[in-house]
């Protein structure tokens, strides 16, 4: 079975910290996602990669940023964290093809105060 | 850019009762897949929908994509307890992109 890891299960930050959310997966998928999820809104995209240094803005970039240096890690910086940040965010994973399901980590509940 | 609607929203429903979501689009979908999210969990992927009329089976679950691909639908016979959760359809965007309904939140009364 393929695992996603997300370094925390818990977060709390405060507002204008610099935040690095971690993932790490083990099965050499080529894309890996970051999504947040809040209730009423479902799961927004705010950035993908599918490859090594290659990243891509998804619908909700703004305030966030990514860092792929190695295939298997794929990191989300809040560069300066404001409470609207405050989220579940979820890391996933695909292979290479279109026609795959996604892989999802457990999540990261972020609370920024 | 594309979009996936997906309703109801939420659903209660007896144990032992069926269940419906349903998903629709504007426009044709290239594929559908379907996840599931349990309570305090994370989403975790059924199945995946790419032919015209297709219909798919898992148990109580059945999984059909409509003739024009444009809807999708999840079906569970005779609910359980264990069925809880909210409900997603996704569906390819452009590039890479997987588009998500916002859900369908199931719960079940023992």
């Known amino acids: 079975d393929v695992k996603v890891t997300q370094s925390s299960r818990y977060l709390v930050k405060r507002t204008g910290e610099k935040v690095f959310l971690e993932c790490v997966q083990d099965m050499d998928h080529e894309n890996m996602f970051w999504y947040r999820q809040d209730p009423g809104l479902g799961l927004r995209l705010i950035y993908f990669s599918y490859d090594v240094k290659m990243k891509e803005k998804g619908d909700i970039p703004e305030g966030y940023s990514v860092s792929r240096e190695k295939k298997e890690r794929f990191s989300l910086i809040l560069e300066s964290a404001s409470t609207n940040q405050t989220s579940m965010y979820l890391c996933?994973?695909?292979?290479?093809?279109?026609?795959?399901?996604?892989?999802f980590g457990s999540g990261t509940r972020l609370t920024v105060v | 850019g594309q979009q996936v609607m997906q309703i109801p929203q939420y659903q209660h429903v007896q144990e032992g009762e069926d269940f419906t979501t349903y998903c629709n689009s504007s426009t044709t979908l290239s594929n559908i897949q379907w996840y599931k999210q349990r309570p305090g969990g994370h989403p975790v992927f059924l199945i995946q929908l790419v032919k015209s009329g297709e219909v798919k089976k898992q148990k109580r679950l059945t999984f059909q994509f409509g003739e024009a691909k444009k809807n999708s639908s999840l079906h569970i016979t005779a609910t359980q307890t264990t069925d809880v959760g909210t409900y997603f359809c996704?569906?390819?965007?452009?590039?890479?992109?997987?588009?998500f309904g916002k859900g369908t939140k199931l719960t079940v009364n023992p």
């Open positions: 996704a569906s390819q965007g452009g590039s890479e992109k997987l588009v």
């Open positions: 996933a994973t695909r292979r290479g093809s279109l026609y795959y399901g996604y892989t």
